[in-house]
């Protein structure tokens, strides 16, 4: 069962307490008695001693999940959505939730595993992120090392850079889109359906591909 946005938050404010600032418990002062506390209580995620209140282990996880959501939204604001710094944390607790599994992962993936938020805080690792890991150097490479008429589908695209970043989501580059390398001198170009583009060695190398014959990788 889906919780309400108010347990989320406070499900969200003890995970980071209790695994960033070491605080095994809060005391949950004026807020007793209050429905989102019970909703938590009744659903397994929290336990409530007198006035401390502390996370479970089911609570840890799903307060993981919620800051993991909350700190993707915020880098997707800042990063893709352009939105000004000081909206970009009262937007994103509204816009985390609406994330789900499979379009959390497809925007982490999108945005190149990002490792931090805006703010600097670390982002929880997900499955897509340990997933990259496994295939860094075995089927997946940035597109300027890949040989010429060797394709894929692109896997994430890795820059910091916003207008490099929207740049190539113009030109159709997005995660499991099939991508084909073309030409690699005097330019990197590159084909996506029936459309070739040119671009530089520092955009080609933010492009990763997921190859499909990842043997005939060029070795630099």
């Given at each position: 069962?889906?919780?309400?946005?108010?347990?989320?938050?406070?499900?969200?404010?003890?995970?980071?307490?209790?695994?960033?600032?070491?605080?095994?418990s809060?005391?949950?002062g004026?807020?007793?008695?209050?429905?989102?506390?019970?909703?938590?209580?009744?659903?397994?995620?929290?336990?409530?001693?007198?006035?401390q209140?502390?996370?479970?282990?089911?609570?840890?996880?799903?307060?993981?999940?919620?800051?993991?959501?909350?700190?993707?939204?915020?880098?997707?604001?800042?990063?893709?959505?352009?939105?000004?710094?000081?909206?970009?944390?009262p937007?994103?607790?509204?816009?985390?939730?609406?994330?789900?599994?499979?379009?959390?992962?497809?925007?982490?993936?999108?945005?190149?595993?990002?490792?931090?938020?805006?703010?600097?805080?670390?982002?929880?690792?997900?499955?897509?992120?340990?997933?990259?890991?496994?295939?860094?150097?075995?089927?997946?490479s940035?597109?300027?090392?890949?040989?010429?008429?060797?394709?894929?589908k692109?896997?994430?695209?890795h820059?910091?850079?916003?207008?490099?970043?929207?740049?190539?989501?113009?030109?159709?580059?997005?995660?499991?889109?099939?991508?084909?390398?073309?030409?690699?001198?005097?330019?990197?170009?590159?084909?996506?359906?029936?459309?070739?583009?040119?671009?530089?060695?520092?955009?080609?190398?933010?492009?990763?591909?997921?190859?499909?014959?990842?043997?005939?990788?060029?070795?630099?």
């Open positions: 069962m889906k919780l309400s946005d108010n347990a989320e938050e406070i499900l969200e404010t003890l995970w980071v307490r209790a695994e960033e600032e070491k605080q095994a809060t005391d949950v004026i807020a007793k008695g209050e429905p989102a506390i019970d909703e938590l209580c009744k659903s397994g995620y929290v336990k409530l001693i007198k006035d209140i502390s996370l479970t282990e089911k609570g840890k996880k799903e307060g993981r999940l919620i800051v993991r959501r909350h700190r993707l939204a915020e880098r997707l604001s800042a990063d893709i959505l352009d939105v000004k710094k000081k909206l970009v944390h937007i994103s607790c509204r816009f985390e939730h609406l994330l789900h599994e499979g379009l959390e992962e497809n925007i982490c993936i999108l945005l190149g595993h990002p490792k931090f938020c805006p703010h600097g805080k670390p982002i929880p690792e997900g499955e897509c992120c340990r997933k990259s890991k496994e295939n860094i150097g075995k089927t997946v940035a597109l300027d090392r890949l040989d010429v008429n060797q394709k894929g692109i896997a994430y695209i820059t910091k850079d916003r207008d490099k970043l929207q740049k190539l989501m113009a030109m159709g580059v997005l995660p499991g889109i099939t991508i084909n390398s073309i030409q690699k001198y005097p330019s990197y170009v590159f084909q996506i359906g029936q459309s070739q583009f040119a671009i530089d060695k520092e955009l080609a190398s933010s492009i990763y591909v997921r190859l499909s014959r990842p043997e005939t990788l060029h070795k630099r």
